[in-house]
């Protein structure tokens, strides 16, 4: 059963999609961006404040956090510009 949708309907319907996802494309970049940006300035306090001091279970979570988010958003954003969920035509 194929739903009965008008070919403008579905074309916009596509057009919108479209523009969705290169927008959330364009979100995920700014984000991981930001977030090395945000690594960058702050390594020196991070370097006196963290990496100087005992270790103990908040310094774990906290270094766990920090880098396990920009592993994350990194492969998250190159996913995303490689999936291919259908072969090209």
């Not at 523009?19 to 020196?44: E, K, N, W």
Request: aromatic content about 14%; some cysteine; proline content about 7%.
């Amino acid at each position: 059963m194929t739903p009965n949708i008008p070919a403008p309907v579905a074309a916009q319907a596509l057009i919108q999609a479209a523009t969705a996802l290169r927008g959330a494309i364009y979100l995920a970049v700014i984000s991981l961006c930001l977030l090395v940006y945000d690594c960058i300035i702050t390594i020196d306090q991070e370097v006196k404040f963290v990496w100087g001091q005992r270790w103990s279970f908040g310094k774990v979570m906290y270094i766990f956090i920090r880098y396990a988010t920009i592993i994350t958003m990194a492969f998250h954003v190159t996913s995303m510009f490689f999936f291919r969920p259908s072969p090209p035509l």
